[in-house]
């Protein structure tokens, strides 16, 4: 069965006219009633009754004739996805995002690039590090973003956004919620609401729970979820600092802030990426991560920022040198502000320099 074959018998059913069709499908009318007649042998019976002044179709004929409509629909759909594709009227891009993290620390990056690279498409897909890994090995996804990694491959690309920590959210009603800081004991009494497949709860178990298991109420896929059951008094979650809450429930930090997690961008090696890829992590390497931190934590930073030097550095997913202001002093955790991309903004980034 030929796709021609299948635009000519459909052209004779729509309108019941070989002549017609055969001018409708920009062919002689023999060769119309060539192809029909080859599509009749393939499929094994008589899709047409051709009368001198009458042709109708016959009870196969409507039978195939909606499933042979949908298929030079979808015909036609793939050839138009394939010429956008060639015009780079589409631009694909597949994020994979683990439990723990929110779309919301991709959301500018996605802005940031839609302005220079035109049709855009992006394609969000949640699920455990491991799964998205093989993913990205299988070509599914063209970046993740996960938290703590163990064990990668080695043809996977990690890349370190920022440090964050978890803390307790919970309702301004909660018995816990006046106080500045909530301790492990006083957590290992709370009901907790636990998001179902989160990737941290082994660690949250290990730091907070090793001794006892905690006491779990409800449990939910979706932080959403989650949030409205801490609202109305269910319980406590335990969420990372970065994760968008509803207005109405409270942010405190546990004692000693014992649980703590990177977060790591994630691409396959030895791939040519894609101008979304591309553009996408260069935007997520070199943003100022820094905005995830919340208010009085980024106040403490900024007040032990010590003297500023310039230095030079060349970043791998660049074809150029970047010129950059540190604060001195090595081996520690500090911003710094680069030029990239567009020369006329400039972007800020955490790092590490040893």
């Not at 029909?36 to 016959?58: C, D």
């Not at 060639?86 to 919301?104: C, D, F, N, T, Y």
């Not at 931190?293 to 970043?315: G, K, L, M």
Request: charged share 25%; hydrophobic share 40%; proline share 6%.
């Amino acid at each position: 069965m030929e796709l021609h074959q299948v635009r000519y018998f459909v052209a004779v059913a729509s309108t019941l006219n070989f002549t017609r069709a055969a001018e409708q499908c920009n062919v002689t009318q023999p060769a119309l009633t060539k192809g029909v007649q080859k599509l009749e042998y393939e499929l094994g019976g008589q899709l047409i009754h051709r009368e001198r002044l009458l042709t109708q179709l016959t009870e196969l004929g409507k039978e195939v004739l909606p499933m042979l409509e949908h298929t030079l629909a979808a015909a036609e759909a793939v050839r138009r996805r394939a010429q956008e594709y060639r015009q780079k009227e589409v631009a694909p891009l597949k994020i994979g995002l683990a439990p723990s993290i929110s779309v919301s620390l991709v959301l500018e990056p996605i802005a940031a690039i839609a302005k220079f690279v035109p049709g855009l498409r992006v394609e969000l897909r949640e699920g455990a590090t491991k799964k998205l890994v093989d993913l990205l090995l299988g070509g599914e996804i063209s970046a993740a973003v996960v938290g703590d990694v163990q064990d990668m491959p080695a043809r996977i690309d990690d890349w370190s956004l920022f440090e964050e920590r978890y803390v307790a959210v919970l309702a301004p009603t909660h018995q816990l919620a006046n106080r500045p800081s909530i301790g492990i004991d006083e957590l290992r009494e709370a009901t907790l609401l636990e998001r179902t497949g989160c990737d941290v709860a082994p660690k949250i178990r290990g730091k907070c729970f090793a001794e006892e298991p905690p006491h779990l109420g409800h449990s939910s896929e979706h932080d959403l979820h989650l949030q409205y059951m801490a609202a109305a008094g269910f319980g406590v979650i335990l969420a990372p600092e970065h994760m968008p809450r509803l207005p109405g429930l409270k942010t405190i930090p546990l004692e000693g802030d014992p649980i703590w997690r990177q977060v790591h961008l994630l691409a396959a090696q030895g791939r040519r990426y894609s101008h979304a890829l591309s553009a996408f992590l260069k935007v997520a390497r070199l943003r100022d991560w820094s905005a995830e931190i919340a208010p009085e934590r980024q106040a403490q930073n900024i007040a032990s920022v010590p003297a500023r030097e310039t230095v030079s550095f060349f970043d791998p997913a660049c074809t150029n040198r970047i010129n950059a202001s540190v604060p001195n002093g090595v081996g520690t955790r500090r911003r710094i502000t680069v030029s990239h991309l567009e020369p006329e903004q400039h972007r800020r980034v955490m790092c590490r320099l040893e």
